[in-house]
């Protein structure tokens, strides 16, 4: 970009690496930030520190956390008996957003994608047989309805079924291709509901 100065295009290109944003998108932030007061600016900078500095991963269910375990691990109104399985953070939020979900969560991290060489050595897969044990009463299997979604649903089941646990999946009805974090929390529900044995 010959008329934009090094240091905005800079932020312009840091910006533009960031999921669901365009190069029309990062210019428009680069230009926001460029129009902020200094100190607005330091308070943005300092919570992308904070968050990297302060998160770390749940030692038991692998999602991101302030404090280890986590809050919804070590909540003495969450039913441990119950595992949902989910693919990233996201989902988490999504399911808790439906306040119809009481038991415990384990974030893989991503799905298995052959394609993109993701596999299961990749996920926290070892991190979820160790939590199988004699109290653990269902598994649900709550990955998005996707090529990668499914093939890490039937994983699972193969792999968690010999352990003598009920594995179970969501219910049809989150459309096929769509994306857990942007199901409605009614959708939600009912295929939490409606989650059929594997
Ligand atoms: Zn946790």
Redesign the pocket.
């Known amino acids: 970009m010959l008329y934009i100065s090094e240091s905005l295009n800079q932020l312009i290109e840091e910006f533009s690496q960031l999921p669901g944003i365009g190069k029309k998108s990062a210019q428009r932030l680069a230009l926001y930030i460029l129009k902020l007061p200094k100190e607005d600016v330091l308070k943005i900078s300092q919570a992308l520190v904070n968050v990297k500095e302060r998160m770390k991963y749940?030692?038991?269910?692998?999602?991101f956390?302030e404090t280890d375990?986590?809050?919804?691990?070590?909540s003495s109104k969450r039913e441990v008996d119950t595992i949902c399985v989910v693919a990233e953070p996201n989902d988490v939020l999504a399911i808790e957003k439906t306040s119809e979900y009481h038991g415990?969560?384990h974030v893989l991290g991503g799905s298995l994608s052959p394609l993109e060489g993701i596999g299961p050595e990749d996920l926290k897969v070892k991190e979820l047989l160790v939590r199988i044990c004699s109290d653990v009463d269902e598994v649900i299997l709550a990955l998005n309805p996707n090529i990668e979604g499914e093939a890490t649903t039937i994983y699972l089941s193969r792999l968690l079924k010999p352990l003598g646990v009920k594995v179970t999946r969501l219910a049809r009805g989150i459309p096929i291709g769509g994306d857990l974090e942007f199901a409605d929390e009614a959708t939600l529900t009912r295929a939490l509901e409606g989650r059929v044995v594997v």
Do not use: A, Q
């Not at 375990?69 to 070590?74: D, H």
């Open positions: 749940c030692s038991i269910c692998c999602n956390t375990p986590c809050g919804i691990c070590s415990v969560y």
